[in-house]
């Protein structure tokens, strides 16, 4: 009975140590990995916004 116990009270200290493993800290961009980024989302933006464009300007007429 004891050792049942022990095995039930060890898993979620395992589970804490595995995911202790994978815990990575964030870090701040560059400015040239920030002005990269921006630009990518710019143009992202306006392609989209253009795609959207053009299907309702498809759609409103039909």
């Known amino acids: 009975m004891s050792e049942k116990f022990q095995e039930f009270v060890e898993i979620p200290q395992e589970f804490i ?4 493993q994978f815990l990575v800290r964030c870090t701040k961009p560059s400015r ?3 002005i990269q980024i ?3 989302v710019a143009i ?3 392609v ?3 795609i959207g ?3 309702k300007l498809i ?3 039909m």
């Open 17 to 20: 140590r595995e995911g202790n």
């Open 32 to 34: 040239k990995e920030f």
């Open 38 to 40: 921006s630009k990518a």
């Open 44 to 46: 992202g933006f306006g």
């Open 48 to 50: 989209m916004g253009f």
């Open 53 to 55: 464009y053009l299907v």
């Open 59 to 61: 759609h409103i007429p």
